[in-house]
């Protein structure tokens, strides 16, 4: 039991900026992996962090990526995007809400097999 508390103590790399410590401890990294990897790992995280403040990550097309957005619109980086990420979520749950009511049907009637996901967005 030691050794495997003594791989965690080892393996164990902290990111108290993002308050989360990664574990290694079950894939043992070769000594030194961690201070070889900082630099990388930075710079990873220099770049999920100016994607979620909206930098352009598809240069062909122009246009920024943020559909985990939709789980947490406050996230999204100006207030116009925000109202409109509410909006359109908003919008689905209003026109699910229609097709449990049976106000929205399809061509043979109202839909009647219908299951809610777990891990539906919530306005």
Request: charged share 20%; hydrophobic share 50%.
């Amino acid at each position: 039991m030691a050794s495997t508390f003594a791989a965690y103590c080892s393996q164990l790399i902290h990111y108290p900026e993002l308050g989360f410590s990664l574990d290694l401890s079950r894939a043992p990294a070769p000594a030194g992996f961690a201070e070889r990897m900082a630099p990388a790992m930075r710079q990873a995280l220099a770049d999920m962090a100016a994607l979620e403040k909206g930098a352009i990550a598809n240069p062909d097309e122009k246009r920024m990526v943020g559909h985990y957005w939709l789980r947490a619109p406050e996230l999204a980086p100006n207030a116009t995007l925000t109202a409109e990420i509410k909006a359109a979520v908003q919008a689905i749950h209003a026109f699910a809400q229609k097709v449990r009511a049976g106000e929205v049907r399809g061509q043979a009637g109202k839909f009647t097999d219908l299951r809610a996901s777990a891990s539906a967005v919530r306005p």
